[in-house]
């Protein structure tokens, strides 16, 4: 009798894991192009500030506070001597002169970091040093300058007032006082409050990690000979790498990547493990070696577009690997690398770094001659700003207009951004302008 076989159930169906995908991007204009606001704008909704943690004072300086600081103490911690010279009261000395010295007993000494030594009793002095707490009876302080510093007997040659060179406990902060606010930029200055108040570690924002990758088989690295006249030398990664340090990244400057999807491929999965931004420079044209492209949607979701500015039309961005690391893809001409590095990269990082305020101030700059443009776009013009006489500032253009134009670049100390709808600008008039030199 043949044995009764229970059916095996199927296999449960394994789903398919969903790609990638970035949020819905902004639509283009009527031209077809996506403008320069709205893809910063983009990039900046699909980036998240990197998450906070403790942090020595002394090697935060330059990130991002993530807390109040509240002061536990008053600064003046106690009544104090602003001057080395001599505690008193007030009284006893309201009639000394030149001609006519108040003569007082010294009877004691307080160095800076001990106590008064016992009360002042009126009609004496104690000799203080600066810093040092005031002691009980006293309410003012003769300096020196105003005493033959005698050791055992002073003559006092000047009055002092009620309070003169006292300061007074928490007349700079008192305790329970917010000091510094969440989103602070720790400069220097805060470091040395903190430190007063007695704060050793603060929660901050790390510096954001940055990949710069520079794409391309023409180029070489700076210092090596060329093997024929259609190499150029790598610009784009040594200007990107120096411009994330200046807006406070740390920074991996990764070696050259010829035209070779595979090769970049493993390059850029190899950096994801330290990377909380990566940038590439090149192949994001339209060109039949531009790798990026090809490459890139195969690591994560992506998307390429055209931006209505000139330079820097071609743009690109992803969000790629596990972590889904952002990665802004730019274009290889130097200037357009640039400017696409102040429009897109720079308040990307910011952000990233929870700075307070992304996006770099524009002003407004009176044109030094006419300026022509080109319509339909946002032009990015170098120019060289100067002060009149009067102070108000005036712009010239810092070479031509070309993309590739590293020398006016190098000039320039400020970008013009001439709208799409002005195709001339008269000496006089005025130009919106980002100052490169002036940090934000």
């Not at 020196?144 to 007997?153: H, N, S």
């Not at 400017?339 to 990307?348: D, H, L, N, T, W």
């Not at 320039?412 to 195709?423: F, G, P, R």
């Amino acid at each position: 009798m043949p044995l009764l076989r229970r059916k095996s159930a199927p296999p449960p169906a394994v789903e398919k894991p969903e790609p990638p995908q970035l949020p819905e991007p902004p639509a283009a204009g009527p031209n077809g192009l996506r403008s320069m606001a709205d893809h910063r704008d983009y990039l900046l909704s699909c980036i998240e500030p990197l998450p906070p943690f403790g942090q020595q004072i002394l090697d935060s300086v330059g990130l991002s506070l993530c807390e109040d600081v509240t002061s536990a103490i008053s600064l003046p911690r106690f009544d104090n001597s602003a001057m080395d010279g001599y505690a008193v009261r007030a009284a006893d000395v309201a009639d000394a002169s030149e001609q006519s010295p108040v003569s007082l007993p010294v009877v004691g000494e307080v160095p800076a970091g001990s106590p008064a030594p016992h009360k002042l009793s009126p009609g004496s002095a104690m000799k203080i040093m600066t810093g040092a707490a005031i002691p009980e009876g006293a309410d003012a302080v003769v300096p020196y300058e105003a005493t033959d510093r005698g050791a055992t007997d002073v003559r006092i040659t000047e009055p002092s007032a009620v309070g003169q060179h006292v300061r007074r406990t928490g007349e700079d902060i008192t305790a329970g006082t917010v000091v510094l606010r969440a989103g602070e930029h720790l400069a220097s200055r805060a470091i040395g409050l903190l430190a007063a108040i007695g704060v050793d570690k603060v929660m901050v924002r790390p510096r954001p990690r940055v990949v710069v990758i520079s794409t391309g088989s023409e180029l070489v690295e700076p210092g090596l000979p060329m093997d024929n006249e259609q190499q150029i030398y790598d610009s784009n990664s040594y200007m990107l790498a120096s411009a994330a340090k200046a807006t406070g990244a740390q920074v991996f400057r990764v070696g050259l990547v010829p035209d070779d999807p595979e090769r970049l491929k493993q390059v850029i999965s190899d950096q994801l493990v330290r990377a909380d931004l990566i940038l590439t420079t090149g192949g994001v044209s339209q060109g039949d070696y531009d790798i990026v492209k090809q490459v890139l949607p195969e690591l994560g979701a992506t998307d390429f577009t055209q931006v209505a500015m000139q330079p820097g039309k071609p743009q690109g961005f992803g969000l790629i690997g596990e972590d889904k690391t952002p990665i802004i893809m730019m274009p290889g001409n130097p200037v357009s690398a640039f400017v696409s590095f102040e429009a897109f990269v720079r308040p990307v990082l910011r952000k990233l770094a929870g700075t307070a305020h992304y996006l770099r101030p524009t002003v407004r700059i009176f044109a030094g001659h006419p300026i022509t443009s080109v319509a339909g776009k946002l032009q990015f013009a170098r120019g060289v700003v100067h002060r009149t006489e009067e102070g108000e500032r005036t712009v010239e253009l810092a070479g031509g207009h070309g993309s590739h134009l590293l020398g006016g670049l190098a000039a320039a100390n400020a970008l013009l951004l001439i709208d799409e709808d002005t195709d001339f600008v008269a000496a006089g008039d005025e130009v919106d302008a980002w100052l490169l030199d002036e940090d934000s």
